[in-house]
């Protein structure tokens, strides 16, 4: 008999003894069912607890499992994030480096650009050394001339030898011409200073026109003997942006456009807005890129030029850069025609956690 019905036929009846409790045969059978039930409904009750303890073995060690994976991920997580962040350092130190390649590149051309007027307004102070030695003569002999007249003669004869006439306008002219050439020398310290560190590498309201036109300045040696420049502007607001970042990136496609041309050619700036954005657009007329190579050009390293011209950098360098200022960078090109490069800006920054922007460049072909 199962042991839950002796326990209660014995509460009830005061004995478990069914013979002495209901002689009845029929009652031995009833109880015998239900001792059958009860005996039934506890097998049933021990496999599913075994079951629900399987099951509980299993859910913890699942959740063991968890955690170890979510440490394991959260640790992968962080090394992630230490490696982003060396790689940003990478990349800013790469920007860095290329700057200061750049710079070192265009120093020789600034130097040439620099000594022109040095040199002239340097010959110019020679001859108005002498200009001033032969004036103070000149006037000595008048101061000597006033006291004793019989000296006119002397004075006569020695503004004669001076070409004094000569000397009054000349004097005149190389002075302007010395004030021309430090006014040059100062445009061009003043250009070089807005190209590089116009605003420490943060983000400012800028005029892309004036970074334009002093990257212009800065690079115009490397473009003068090769190319014209046709300046297109339109009107665009001004910016928040790296200003002196955004000037290596005209400086890449302006040095590009002018090592594409052979002899002479013709580089076209052009400048425009549209619907919350602002574009910036370099033309030559010059090469062109095979369609081949226009995948490949905003590889870094990618460059078709000779060993020690071009590091394959510039594009590279360029792209970055106009993505993080939330844009992009177009080009259409036509192998032996030209090549048009277009920069996309957005006229207002949303910034992101990353110091990036959200933003996306309307689909707008400039071609
Ligand atoms: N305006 C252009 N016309 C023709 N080809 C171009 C022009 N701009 C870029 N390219 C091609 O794209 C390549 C990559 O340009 P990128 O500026 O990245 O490197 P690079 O000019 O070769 O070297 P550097 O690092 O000195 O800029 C160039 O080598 C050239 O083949
Ligand atoms: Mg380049």
Redesign the pocket.
């Known amino acids: 008999m199962h042991p839950w019905l002796a326990d209660q036929l014995k509460r009830h009846f005061g004995s478990n003894d069914i013979n002495a409790i209901a002689p009845d045969p029929r009652w031995a059978n009833f109880l015998d069912e239900i001792c059958e039930t009860y005996e039934d409904d506890e097998a049933q009750r021990q496999t599913i607890a075994s079951q629900l303890s399987e099951r509980n073995d299993l859910l913890a060690n699942e959740l063991k499992d968890r955690l170890a994976a979510q440490r394991m991920l959260q640790r992968e997580k962080a090394e992630q994030d230490a490696l982003i962040r060396k790689l940003e350092d990478a990349h800013n130190q790469l920007l860095q480096s ?1 700057k200061m390649a750049s710079i070192g590149q265009l120093a020789a051309g600034v130097a040439h650009e620099i000594n022109n007027p040095i040199g002239f307004v340097s010959s110019n102070l020679t001859s108005l050394r002498e200009y001033v030695n032969d004036l103070l003569r000149v006037v000595t002999a008048f101061e000597q001339s006033i006291e004793d007249p019989t000296q006119k003669a002397a004075l006569q004869k020695l503004i004669k030898d001076v070409d004094l006439e000569f000397l009054r306008e000349d004097v005149v002219s190389l002075m302007s011409e010395c004030q021309d050439g430090i006014g040059r020398v100062r445009q061009i310290v003043q250009d070089l200073k807005d190209f590089s560190h116009v605003d420490h590498g943060e983000w400012v309201v800028s005029d892309l026109h004036k970074g334009l036109e002093s990257t212009l300045n800065i690079v115009s040696n490397e473009i003068k003997y090769k190319a014209t420049v046709e300046k297109h502007f339109g009107k665009i607001p001004e910016i928040p942006c790296i200003g002196s970042q955004l000037n290596q990136v005209f400086m ?2 302006l ?3 002018a ?2 041309i052979k002899e002479k050619g013709i580089i076209t700036i052009s400048s425009g807005a549209q619907e919350g954005w602002v574009w910036v657009a370099v033309a ?1 007329n ?4 095979a369609p081949e ?1 226009l995948k490949r ?2 590889d870094p390293f ?4 000779p060993v020690g ?8 360098l ?1 792209y970055g850069i106009v993505q993080k200022h939330g844009g992009r960078i177009e080009v259409t ?1 036509e192998l032996g025609k ?2 048009q ?1 277009t920069v996309w800006l957005p006229s207002e920054q949303k910034q992101t956690e990353h110091g990036g922007v959200d933003a996306k460049a309307p689909a707008v072909n400039m071609a």
């Open positions: 290329e890449n496609l040095v590009n456009a090592h594409a030559d010059g090469s062109g890129i190579n050009i905003f990618f460059t078709t030029k011209k071009g590091t394959g950098l510039g594009l590279s360029s090109s030209g090549t490069f």
